[in-house]
C-alpha cells in the first residue's frame, strides 16, 4: 500500500460491509504483497545478477540426486540455466486463506456456524470466532477485519494487540462467573497472556484466586 497505506486502511475500516472489504483487500494485495522497501531491495539484487525473479512459474517435477546432493526440477514455463543446479526449494507461499478448504475446522463450523465471505469469517471486532465461541483468528484468516496487511508483521502485531486485550475481558468474565470454564480451562488461559507463571497452576484453584497479585 505504500505511503497512502493510512488512507487506504480509513476507506478499508469505514467500508459498509464485509463483501466490500473483500474487494478491496484483494485489490490491495493484488495475489500478493511485499512492502515497497523490501521490494526495492529485491530490484537491486535482480539489477546486480544475484538474483532472478520468475512469476506465474510452477514447478512440474523435480528430483533428488543423492550422490551430489541437489534438485532437478522442471518448470512451466522452463527456466533456462535452472534445471540442473536447484540446492535448496523453500516451500513459503502458506496455507490457502480459506476455512471452506481445511478439513480441520469443520466440526467447529458444524457446532458454531459461521458467516463466511471469500472464504473468510466474519470474525468479531476482538478477532474471536463469535461473541459465545472465543476462539481468535490472526493471520490471513482475519483479513475483513484487520486489513490488507493481515499476512504481514504490521497485521500480525494489530492482531495480537486485539487479540490480548479481548483475552482479558473474557478471564475478567469467568472472574465473575460469566460463562461456563473449567479450572484447568481458566488456567491454561491465564498462563496463555502471562498473568499467572506455570507453577502457580500446580496448585488448586482456590489457593490460585486466594493469592494477592
Not at 9 to 25: I, N, Y
Not at 176 to 184: F, H, N
Request: contains cysteine.
Amino acid at each position: 500500500m505504500g505511503k497512502f497505506q493510512n488512507v487506504q486502511k480509513a476507506a478499508f475500516w469505514s467500508a459498509d460491509s464485509d463483501e466490500e472489504r473483500l474487494q478491496m483487500l484483494l485489490k490491495a494485495r493484488n495475489g500478493g504483497s511485499i512492502p515497497p522497501r523490501y521490494f526495492k531491495k529485491l530490484q537491486t539484487h535482480v539489477a546486480n545478477g544475484s538474483l532472478s525473479i520468475h512469476t506465474h512459474t510452477t514447478i512440474k517435477h523435480q528430483t533428488w540426486d543423492e550422490q551430489r546432493k541437489i534438485w532437478a526440477i522442471e518448470t512451466d514455463p522452463p527456466v533456462l540455466d535452472l534445471s540442473t543446479k536447484v540446492d535448496y526449494i523453500y516451500y513459503a507461499t502458506g496455507v490457502q486463506p480459506d476455512i471452506e478448504c481445511h478439513p480441520f475446522l469443520s466440526p467447529l463450523r458444524e457446532k458454531n456456524p459461521i458467516e463466511v465471505i471469500g472464504g473468510l469469517p466474519c470474525l468479531t471486532q476482538d478477532l474471536a470466532w463469535s461473541k459465545d465461541v472465543p476462539l481468535f483468528v490472526a493471520g490471513r484468516l482475519a483479513g475483513l477485519r484487520i486489513g490488507p496487511d493481515c499476512g504481514n508483521l504490521e497485521g500480525a502485531r494489530a492482531g495480537a494487540e486485539r487479540i490480548s486485550w479481548a483475552v482479558e475481558d473474557v478471564l475478567e468474565g469467568w472472574q465473575r462467573g460469566e460463562g461456563k470454564v473449567t479450572d484447568d480451562e481458566y488456567h491454561r488461559l491465564c498462563q496463555g497472556v502471562g498473568s499467572v507463571n506455570m507453577y502457580e497452576s500446580l496448585g488448586s484453584f482456590e489457593e490460585w484466586e486466594s493469592t494477592d497479585r
